[in-house]
């Protein structure tokens, strides 16, 4: 089936000056064959008690739960990509059962709603400490905030992002507003489980390849826009 129509849905939770805006259909992803297939490859080479403990702390079940993922940046490709991205995961869990797995997390309030701060969530007690007490660590990585817009949807992101997601679903302009990105969005193949679309001058100009590198020849300096879409139910296209 066309799934346009819950594509547009979703990204309509994401502000409109994103650059890049893709989503990852989940309950489309695992009808497919590759789907059992890229499971087992991702628990065998990371922790699958991880998969375990998002379940119990959470309710949400990545197998069952989780039906699509939009995903947005309005800095993608640059030095600043962590702050200027976020996401909106829609899905199927129970918000007394995750508000409790946050609760212990520091909280901001903006436009009606609570941010949690999401640095050191589901972190190991004998974890963290090389990582988030180096020095210049707070000057220079922006926290990632998680909020719950709705009893279906989250939303998580960095400080100016996830603000930004919370103006959208108070009545400001969204990203089906960007008529670049909306543009390109229509030559993405309908049927994709996966896609992103990304516009914005001079794309890559801060990861210019070296003048020794094997893309030296490739101007992508002059690259201003860039579709990619994955099809699996039959193979991969």
């Not at 805006?21 to 890229?38: C, K, Q, S, W």
């Not at 390109?184 to 990861?207: C, G, M, Y």
């Amino acid at each position: 089936d066309d799934r346009r129509p819950r594509a547009r849905a979703v990204i309509a939770r994401l502000p409109a000056d994103a650059t890049t805006v893709g989503m990852i259909d989940f309950a489309a992803l695992r009808n497919t064959p590759a789907y059992e297939f890229l499971r087992n490859e991702g628990a065998a080479v990371g922790d699958p008690g991880e998969f375990e403990d998002l379940i119990a702390e959470t309710g949400i079940d990545p197998d069952t739960d989780l039906h699509r993922i939009a995903f947005m940046s309005s800095q993608w490709f640059s030095e600043d990509m962590g702050d200027a991205s976020g996401a909106v995961v829609v899905a199927t869990f129970d918000r007394d059962k995750v508000l409790e797995s946050i609760a212990e997390q520091p909280t901001e309030e903006y436009g009606g709603y609570t941010l949690y701060s999401s640095d050191g969530w589901h972190r190991g007690e004998d974890e963290g400490d090389d990582e988030g007490d180096g020095e210049g660590d707070d000057g220079d990585r922006d926290d990632g905030y998680l909020t719950i817009l709705d009893d279906n949807t989250v939303a998580f992101g960095g400080s100016r992002t996830i603000r930004a997601i919370i103006d959208v679903a108070n009545g400001a302009a969204s990203a089906r507003t960007n008529t670049r990105l909306m543009g390109l969005l229509e030559d993405v193949d309908p049927d994709s489980e996966t896609w992103f679309v990304s516009a914005q001058d001079a794309l890559f100009k801060d990861i210019a390849p070296d003048s020794d590198g094997p893309m030296q020849q490739i101007p992508i300096d002059r690259i201003d826009a860039m579709i990619m879409s994955l099809r699996l139910t039959d193979g991969i296209q």
